[in-house]
């Protein structure tokens, strides 16, 4: 089968595209309002991108009318987003996360998830999260009226006690790894893991 995507609507495209293209890691993004309401919500358009500097790129949606949901406006006006990895104890409070809810309702608060203070930026990150990246918006680029990429530059790191050796930086998940999108409403665990070292040379 071929297709051309250009001669599909844009929802099978969606559709198709979210079912090929997986599994994709999920940040569950933390961010504030000026006025004080802490926002938590799941994005799985989302990956890491480079180190000097370190870059974390997040795919937003508006709403069918074009107007900014609580993260991107949090983002818009303070530029600071914390990414909080989830795992797999945290998958229902992060899924209940992505329900409908003003921007007056703190979802961390709704949901009961204790907060953590950041040390770089000012939006707290989720305490029960494994690891925790605090971000600052770099640049946002807008590609129709419901979609835009943002990129924030990499300022701090949280993680839990052991997950890190900071004598050889190395990351142990001791085989609690974090989840994956896959598409809908699926999710998948990462539970074999094997190494594939790249040769020498061909």
Excluded at 110 to 137: F, Q
Aim: aromatic share 6%.
């Amino acid at each position: 089968m071929m297709l051309d995507l250009g001669a599909l609507p844009p929802a099978t495209r969606y559709k198709l595209l979210t079912a090929i293209v997986l599994p994709r890691p999920v940040a569950w993004v933390t961010t504030q309002s000026p006025e004080g309401v802490v926002n938590a919500a799941p994005f799985s358009f989302f990956n890491l991108f480079g180190q000097n500097p370190a870059l974390v790129v997040l795919g937003l949606e508006h709403r069918a009318d074009g107007s900014m949901k609580d993260t991107t406006r949090n983002i818009r006006e303070t530029g600071e987003f914390v990414v909080n990895i989830v795992t797999e104890d945290l998958v229902a409070p992060m899924v209940a996360s992505a329900a409908a809810a003003g921007p007056e309702v703190s979802e961390p608060e709704a949901l009961g998830l204790a907060l953590a203070p950041s040390l770089t930026v000012g939006p707290p990150r989720l305490a029960a999260a494994p690891a925790a990246i605090e971000c600052r918006r770099t640049v946002g680029l807008s590609f129709s009226a419901e979609r835009e990429i943002l990129v924030g530059e990499a300022l701090g790191l949280a993680a839990r006690d052991g997950l890190i050796d900071p004598e050889r930086w190395y990351v142990d998940w001791q085989g609690d790894y974090p989840v994956a999108r896959l598409f809908a409403d699926r999710y998948a665990r990462l539970v074999e893991i094997d190494r594939h070292p790249i040769p020498a040379a061909l």
